[in-house]
């Protein structure tokens, strides 16, 4: 077992390396701005048993126990989410339309499958179990790791297995990236060539370095503040300690007799612990601890580990189990995204509402990342304030919306099918009439 973790770590690291290496020297990979982690994930579904194993005696797979890495590298993503962030009251209204129209949208999604799936099951035609119906939830808002947390719950209430339910939503995530990415870099063209957004916008807008990946040495800047001296302790190591205390908090949470926090896992009761120290350090001195930007880089580097190694370990059998559920509700889930995000978008956000639509439509195809990469594309020199609103606007969808339907969702729509479903189409026209309420009376 512990040999197998150092392995299947080289191997994802491997992967990583050769991931990047493609997208450094090959043109059309970065015009399609895909990720590092996504070529390196691919390029390891190649390489292993389920396609080159097939024609090959030698193929390059992980170990059976590759599952394991999944909520450990999660468990850092999510405690990091919020801790050492900084908001105001002033500062947490301008993402007030980023909030509403994230909220809808993740509303829009969730109803929207469980009523296709419900229909399905209704008329006989799936072999799929109701639960099937958060993943593309959990994959296009969430990404690689998130379906991790909804399979866990599924396999306690008996529901369904483990590691079909993580491959499902894994195919649903790799699905929701590319097409929030590509679809997203055609709609700044196209605004481009209507003058809508600034001239310089587009992917003609970004440096060399940007397009590559590769920063050169006279361009390079510290990744971290350090807030420790090395001889004391090393800034990135302290930081990380940060994390791990959370986790092993998280841990303790978990083995508490409520019930409730062992169901939700290791990643939830992160995030969790994490809102406890975000608001304990802005009550105490302790926030002058926590250095936002290493947080960020080990949460980044959690997550780069977490996409190569889920989508190099995707379960291709699903295709052929599920391929009619997964082209239907991903198809679903991607245009359904896209028509609610530009349609209100442009009626919420009445200035600059490419780029702030943007931000939300690459959010709900592909974590908050690919809404940042959207955004910064859209706007390169920073001047609309869509980053901020993104940052902000999630923020608070993260904490509320977003979690709700990561805790409680995935036992509602197996134990409570109905009332699961009722609470999606409700919280899809509150938060929709909302936008459209207060919008209506700021613009007059």
Partial sequence: ????????????????????????????????????SVIGGIIGLLLGSQVLGRISSVSLSFSENISAFAMPLLAVVFATQLIGAKFNRDSLKSG???FLLNSGTACLQVGLCAAIMLAFIAMSA???????????????YGGHGVPAIAAGIFEQLGHWDY???????????TIGLLFGIIVGIIIINIAVRKGMIAA???????????????????????????VTTNDAMNPVAFQMAVICSIIFFA?????????LFSTWG????????????TIAGKATSLGRWLDRKSLTNVSGAALEFLIVTSMASTNLSVFATYGKELVILGVATAIGTLA?????GKRWHKKNWIENSLGTFGLANGVLATGFLLVRVADPDNTTGAALNLALGNSISTISVQMFFLMFFPGLIVTNTTFAISIAIIGFFVFTIAGCVINRRKNG
């Fill in 163 to 173: 590691d079909t339910a993580v491959s499902v939503g894994t195919t649903f995530a």
């Fill in 126 to 140: 799936t072999k799929a179990p109701i639960g099937m119906s958060v993943l593309p939830f959990t994959g296009f």
């Fill in 340 to 344: 609610y995000v530009m349609f209100f």
């Fill in 1 to 36: 077992m512990p040999v197998d973790i150092i392995k299947d770590f080289a191997y994802a690291g491997f992967l990583l390396l050769v991931g990047y290496i493609l997208r450094y020297k090959v043109p059309f990979l970065q015009k399609l701005y895909i990720p590092a």
């Fill in 96 to 98: 007030l339309n980023v």
């Fill in 200 to 226: 310089n916008a587009g992917l003609s807008s970004l440096s060399k370095e940007e397009l590559s990946g590769f920063v050169p040495e006279e361009k390079r800047i510290s990744a971290v503040d350090g």
């Fill in 266 to 277: 290791i990643t939830i009761c992160a995030l969790l612990v994490s809102v406890f120290y």
């Fill in 251 to 259: 841990y303790k949470l978990m083995d508490t007799p409520i019930s």
